[in-house]
Antibody, heavy 118, light 107 residues
């Protein structure tokens, strides 16, 4: 059974950093692109970043460019989201989801919560 | 960026109803559109991808149509489990963008 599991969320002060992890199991990780999607409390979904199966293509939403870095370690079936210079409005539940091109985001993790507050 | 305008924001319906949710893209996205269902405190669930294609296990009462800039999600014979929030997502170009969401609530 294909699964994704996020970790690394927590409470951090504005300007701080966190690294989220997304660990995959039950499928051939090296054939899937992975995305991060976030949802601020009481708000809608926002796509944050995506990385191709081999790491050759990386994309970000403008609001996180220069602050967030997505990467993957295929030997560990893991995608990371390094988040620096965090802002209050980065507070959200962060989800990772897989993608194989046509079929987008068919498996999601349960999410990890990031709270940026002084 | 491609803007996705989803309507209505809220929809009141009863079990057995037929409901339709619309997403309009600010530019053509061909059929690169997906629909998701989300329940409170849960991860979204993929319903439909690349236009009309149902994800595995999704009941046939869900259907998607459209291409270019206009898309619809239709739920026929609404069931109690269908009361949730629905989002469209365009994946034609980066950054991928979601619609604002439609909450389907009990009338």
């Amino acid at each position: 059974q294909a699964q994704l599991l996020e970790s690394g969320g927590g409470v951090v002060q504005p300007g701080g950093s966190l690294r989220l992890s997304c660990v995959a199991s039950g499928f051939i990780f090296t054939t899937y692109n992975i995305h991060w999607v976030r949802q601020a409390p009481g708000k809608g979904l926002e796509w944050v970043a995506g990385i191709w199966y081999d790491g050759s293509n990386i994309q970000y939403v403008d609001s996180v460019k220069g602050r967030f870095t997505i990467s993957r370690d295929n030997s560990k079936n893991t995608v990371y989201l390094q988040m620096n210079s965090l802002r209050v409005n980065d507070t959200a539940a962060y989800y990772c989801a897989r993608d194989i091109g046509v079929v987008l985001m068919d498996v999601w993790g349960p999410g990890t919560t990031v709270t940026v507050s002084s | 960026d491609t803007q996705m305008t989803q309507s209505p924001a809220t929809l009141s319906a009863s079990v057995g109803d037929r409901v339709t949710i619309t997403c309009r893209a600010s530019e053509s996205i061909s059929r690169w559109l997906a629909w998701f269902q989300q329940k409170p405190a849960k991860a979204p669930k993929l319903l439909i991808y690349r236009g009309p294609n149902l994800d595995s296990g999704v009941p046939s009462r869900f259907s998607g149509s459209g291409s270019g800039t206009e898309f619809t999600l239709t739920i026929t014979n609404l069931q109690p489990d269908d009361f949730a929030t629905y989002y469209c997502l365009q994946y034609n170009t980066y950054p991928y963008t979601f619609g604002q969401g439609t909450k389907v609530e009990v009338k």
